[in-house]
């Protein structure tokens, strides 16, 4: 038997994954909507999370973004900090020798110990965590872009260019040890997000551009957010790291909800993407409010959670070509990033 029915021409819409946190719908970037003029809105992580979370690759690494900033609150219940295994918490001893003491859930590079909350001021840190990975769909606050996996927190800003050095080389010594302990010990670090930075230019601090190439020799992207200026940051005093050269580095900008304006810093040769910047996130105390939105800061940790989530959905052919040749294959990922 044959229906034949007279159809209303309908345009066929895919059914994206909507999260059951309850403050989701505060993040309206997380969304996808193609406008007449060809352009979009919303960065469509909601249809990314039609295919699912998972903590780990496909080869069984435990997923890590590696966050470089001011403080954090560790005990965030909606945020899942990386532990430390091989480290033993609070006996003032480098127990995995790794050149950190205390680094159990977390190091404070300044201190060199495991005091992520060194001041009062523990709500910046702890927003750009939650703009990347705070736990998705757990019927708690909000949705981060990566979904589920883990945040390694280093507090390394507000301080010297040494200390920024010394966050980058434990991140460094991080992945390092993972991949020549074959995973018993270190992280499985994919990406690194740093929302800070200084002026100047890559003549003015070598050593600190160079650490992205080193990073990208291990596999580890970078991301890092331009100074909150409207202003060229390729002319005047400069912005770091934002001028460093490297092309394991993707510096990111601020853009308004309409996708109409930048807000925030440009460089024709230097930012790679303009992004959404998120003005709602987790912050101390285990709550989640309003944050100082158009900022390039709450921007990056877009991107970071993005790289994160890719792992999540690489096949195994894809984790090991990036293990055997990482710089050249990191160099693919970051092209479909800037492409799409």
């Known amino acids: 038997i044959v229906l034949a029915q007279k159809h209303i021409q309908k345009i066929i819409k895919t059914r994206a994954f909507e999260p059951n946190d309850p403050q989701a719908f505060e993040q309206k970037y997380l969304d996808y909507k193609p406008l007449p ?3 979009f809105l919303g960065i469509g992580a909601k249809n990314a999370w039609d295919y699912g979370f998972s903590r780990t690759t496909k080869k069984g690494d435990t997923i890590v973004i590696a966050v470089i900033d001011r403080s954090f609150d560790s005990s965030h219940i909606d945020l899942d900090f990386f532990i430390n295994r091989n480290e033993m918490p609070n006996d003032g001893i480098d127990n995995d020798n790794n050149g950190a003491i205390d680094d159990y859930l977390g190091w404070n590079a300044l201190e060199n110990n495991g005091n992520l909350a060194p001041s009062n001021h523990n709500v910046h840190g702890t927003a750009v965590s939650g703009i990347a990975a705070a736990i998705t769909n757990n019927q708690i606050g909000i949705a981060g872009v990566a979904g589920h996996v883990k ?14 050095l ?52 291990y596999g580890i992207l970078s991301v890092s957010a331009s100074e909150n200026i409207t202003a060229n940051i390729e002319t005047g005093l400069g912005d770091l790291p934002t001028n460093c050269s490297s092309p394991y580095l993707i510096p990111i900008t601020a853009i308004n909800e309409s996708n109409t304006a930048l807000l925030q810093s440009f460089g024709p040769n230097t930012i790679d993407i303009a992004t959404y910047a998120s003005s709602y996130s987790t912050i ?42 990482p710089k050249n294959n990191l160099l693919q990922i970051k092209k479909i990033i800037l492409q799409n």
């Open 284 to 325: 101390r105390n285990n709550q989640f409010g309003s944050i100082t939105s158009n900022q390039n800061s709450y921007a990056a940790p877009i991107a970071s959670g993005t790289i994160a989530l890719m792992y999540a959905h690489f096949c195994e052919s894809i984790l090991d070509k990036i293990k055997e040749s």
């Open 151 to 164: 945040v390694l927190p280093i507090v390394g800003t507000e301080s010297t260019i040494e200390d920024i």
């Open 166 to 217: 010394k966050s980058y080389n434990y991140v460094l010594k991080m992945k390092k040890k993972y991949l020549e302990s074959n995973g018993k010990e270190g992280a499985y670090i994919v990406v690194s997000n740093l929302s800070g930075g200084t002026i100047g230019f890559e003549s003015d601090e070598p050593i600190w551009c160079q650490i992205y190439d080193s990073l990208g020799a």
């Open 37 to 39: 003029n060809g352009t």
